[in-house]
């Protein structure tokens, strides 16, 4: 009992979400990886049948949006997986000096 007292509510929760963010990461990076490799060898497949010059910049278009959209996703992806480290430090270190009292932030805001 005494410990449940004296846990930190914020640390028992953020635990179980960045291990569960830092086993999802990788997996995720290699499956945006794929299928935007599959995506854009069928778009460019696309591009290579197309005979009309509307249908060619049609398909053009949709590569481009795709190869933008896929670099976009894998940025952030790798943002968030570089980015995890500081967060958790900065949030060990709030955590640890308590920054005042528990919840004082909570206090501060004004409803």
């Known amino acids: 009992m005494y410990f449940l007292l004296t846990a930190n509510p914020f640390e028992t929760v953020s635990k179980p979400i960045i291990s569960l963010l830092d086993m999802a990461l ?4 290699a499956i945006v990886g794929a299928l935007g490799a599959i995506y854009c060898i069928i778009l460019g497949a696309k591009l290579a049948k ?3 010059p509307q249908d060619r910049e049609k398909a053009k278009n949709s590569l481009k949006n795709a190869i933008v959209g896929f670099v ?8 968030l997986k570089l980015g995890m480290t500081a967060m958790q430090s900065w949030m ?7 920054g005042g009292t528990t919840g004082s932030w ?3 805001l004004r409803l």
């Open 26 to 29: 990788v997996p995720a990076l």
């Open 50 to 52: 197309a005979e009309e």
């Open 72 to 79: 976009l996703i894998f940025v952030l992806i790798v943002v």
């Open 92 to 98: 060990n270190s709030n955590i640890s000096t308590g």
């Open 106 to 108: 909570i206090m501060g």
